[in-house]
């Protein structure tokens, strides 16, 4: 329908998630329409990012090196583990500052539905490094969702008897929320999870 | 917060339109994961679109040549030409295939509060157009908005000395629409403009 070029790109973008063809369509145009110069740093990027970017041979998250600038800190506590479904979840839990242990990036969740069992996932290579590292705590930061719930469970019982503890972060009501407006799973899990303050 | 090439894409991704800062990391950790060949796929779809994709000299429709397909068609009618705010309105229009004319693409639309008067709009293109190809009709295609209506008035004045017909397509009910559903605005143009059966 467009011109060839521009169909080849619009075909292209609406291959990315959450693109459909309409908006595949916006971004092509806007691609066209934007200087030179940005539509070539965004290609480049692509490329760059494909090229210089490998994943941590211990943990799996995003490196430009053998290992990760996480793995590699020598001030953080080799001896507790955070296990997250995937890479893009470590900076958000660096920036809460509570966590200086190392992660491990499982690479999803199980779940049956979507065919993703324990065996497509990174667990014999946590097993290994449990066995190896001299780790202590494994938390399992998995979403809580019936998948990452799932997972964590399955987890401890891959884990429990390394003699490793597994524990999994508080599900509860999200801090500046209004109770009025909290879902009845999330504020059960709330009150089974109650603290003495 | 990323490794500097992962983050360095998603800044590139989130200059996008519509492309917030959580979907660009998205897009970015799919690339990440996405084959080798469909990430390079994408970004030489950027670079061989811009690299062979240019502004048609006539019309200002996206083309691979010095005219686009749509002026080289000797089967169009050149004295009837349809105005529309983005080259991407061209196919739109070509699909109903009740138009057999040829196009000119103004570039946008007037617009006070976005800062976008006549003069940045390809006015002075279209009069001359006018004035050297024997137009006979211009059809205002710009979208039924305040800024096309803006827009498709102004051109109104601008042409109409010159002895051309400038007309609007018709405002009304979406073909296979509910009355009840109608916004009242489109409804009285509907009414305003209605036709004997």
Request: aromatic content about 4%; proline content about 6%; charged content about 25%.
């Amino acid at each position: 329908m467009f011109e060839p070029p521009v169909q080849r790109l619009i075909d292209e973008l609406a291959r990315l998630p959450g693109v459909g063809q309409k908006s595949a369509q916006r971004l092509a145009f806007h691609l066209l329409n934007a200087e030179e110069a940005d539509a070539r740093r965004l290609a480049d990027a692509i490329i760059d990012m494909r090229a210089q970017v490998r994943l941590c041979s211990r943990c799996f998250n995003v490196t430009a090196d053998e290992e990760c600038s996480i793995c590699l800190d020598m001030r953080r506590d080799p001896s507790i583990v955070c296990v997250v479904e995937r890479a893009q979840d470590i900076p958000v839990i660096e920036r809460t500052q509570e966590f200086r242990g190392r992660y491990h990036v499982l690479g999803g969740a199980i779940s049956p539905i979507a065919g993703i069992g324990p065996e497509v996932l990174r667990m014999k290579e946590l097993v290994a490094r449990v066995d190896g590292e001299g780790i202590k705590e494994v938390i399992v930061a998995t979403n809580p969702t019936v998948e990452g719930d799932t997972t964590a469970m399955y987890l401890a019982r891959l884990l429990g008897p390394l003699g490793v503890l597994v524990t999994r972060p508080a599900s509860g009501l999200p801090v500046g929320g209004d109770i009025d407006y909290a879902d009845e799973i999330t504020l059960g899990r709330a009150i089974t999870g109650r603290r003495e303050i």
